[in-house]
């Protein structure tokens, strides 16, 4: 059976996608590292749409 490949999220290397790589999607400690400090900065932001939509219906007013 082939062994399922993927993509390292955070530098793009091949990472074989098995129970034995602990960092799994990543494919080292560093690279899970740098990704959890992205969060931690807020750097991963999902757009508040809701707000902006709230704020054109005041100005339809």
Do not use: H
Request: contains cysteine; proline residues 7%; glycine residues 4%.
């Amino acid at each position: 059976m082939k062994q399922r490949t993927v993509t390292c999220p955070q530098c793009g290397n091949a990472v074989i996608w098995d129970a034995a790589n602990p960092y799994r999607p990543f494919c080292s400690e560093r690279c899970k590292m740098i990704d959890l400090g992205q969060w931690a900065a807020e750097a991963y932001r999902v757009p508040d749409t809701k707000k902006q939509d709230d704020e054109a219906l005041k100005d339809e007013k």
